[in-house]
């Protein structure tokens, strides 16, 4: 058979697309946590430069409003897309196991979701930023989106945990945009190394720098260096508060007021999400049924929790000190398990309806972009129950409303 000089319009896409992430490379060296703030501007944690980026993307956000969701009246989400590291490759000429999703963002206003992903795996990869618009995968143009960037100190770069994972990814482990800062987790190159950074955004080169010490119930110990995985700021009784939540995993309220330029601060533990785990997302989310201000957190290898913010603020701190015991439980804070397995990343799309990364309650190879209607994170489809029978009881009323069809 000939050689056939013809190309597919997948080809043509993928060679563009790749063409396009190889002329981002020299923006990006990596791409992590994502943030946004009330506008355009997506921040974009580069944990291998050591700098926040910030990129007004301007009328490359989409509004998203024509796009259905699901049900969330009948709890039941919309797959916006099976195999979704398939689909990215695909996007970028390259084989799915060279596709790294490392964190996930939706821009409230249009309810578009953005996507920061590597482009292969190691040194050498290249970082991307993916939006989804109207369930189709987009590649950012970073190159055309108004740029500025801001270094988060000296950070760690060859240096490697015990069972050798890069300092390096840790550099920048969460972002958070409030009240005109940045608050930017992470790992500095000192002794003391879990930092918290505040940065003025438009930047203005002044960066505060808080390090973090916390009582580690599990460890039975106080600790310095594991940063916070993912954090959120909202108003405890009127106060602007950091809500953190580490690796194996306390929960930790920490006031804005306290982290000062070259403050050494104490964490408050208030409570522990269980040993052998890893945080994800901590989430702010309103509770429309009954009004109620709360926090999702989702886990590596236990079961996603809620966290009424009442709770968050009259929880006492847990016991700690000399002579305290290991606590190998959950403990502390109220927390409500949610039904959430296989969790990747999470965000919220409006009142009614969050969007997750996950892996297929039914097949776990099979990578989802997936919507579950809130509040309780939960879309009936993943779950064989007496009401989906035929003539069933049916006692919540679901089987009156039609089939869903989508667009």
Known sequence: MPFSKTLTAASIVAITSASAAFAQKAMLSSAGALA??????????DGKAGLVHAFDLGDQVVDQAGYQLGRAQTFEGRTIFNNLDVEIAGLLGVEPHDVVINDMVVHKPSKQVF????????????????????????????????????????????????????????????????????????????????????MPYPFTNEVSTSSIEIWHAV?????????????????????????????????VRIPLADLTDGAEVRGTMIGEM?????????????????????????????????????????????????????????AGVYQFPLPMSGTMHLDTLDENYAVVIRRSPEDTRNI???????????????????????DSPDPFGYKAAPPLEYN
């Not at 946004?36 to 944690?45: A, E, I, M, S």
């Not at 460890?219 to 809500?243: D, F, K």
């Open 36 to 45: 946004f703030d009330n506008g355009n501007t997506l921040f974009v944690g």
């Open 115 to 198: 996507l920061s992903v590597h482009r292969g795996e190691g040194p050498d990869a290249e970082a991307v930023i993916i939006a989804v618009n109207n369930g189709l995968l987009e590649l950012v143009d970073l190159t055309t989106a108004e740029h500025s960037s801001m270094s988060v100190g000296a950070v760690p770069t060859t240096e490697t945990l015990e069972f050798g994972q890069s300092l390096s990814t840790l550099a920048i482990t969460d972002i958070d945009y409030y009240n005109g800062e940045l608050l930017v987790a992470g790992l500095s190159n000192e002794e003391f190394s879990s930092k918290l950074r505040r």
């Open 219 to 251: 460890h039975a110990q106080y600790e310095t260096r594991a940063p916070i995985i993912s954090q959120t700021v909202t108003e405890l009784n009127g106060e602007p508060t950091l809500i953190a939540i580490y690796a194996c995993t306390p929960i």
């Open 274 to 330: 269980g040993f052998g785990n890893t945080p994800l997302d901590i989430v702010p989310y309103v509770n429309a049924w009954d009004g109620s201000s709360n926090v999702v957190v989702t886990n590596s290898n236990r079961s996603a929790a809620a966290l009424p913010l009442d709770a968050v603020a009259s929880a006492e701190a847990m016991p700690h000190g000399e002579g305290v015991q290991p606590v190998f439980s959950t």
């Open 368 to 390: 989802q972009l997936h919507t579950l209607p809130l509040p309780f994170f939960f879309d009936r489809a993943d779950h064989i129950v007496e009401m989906n029978f035929e």
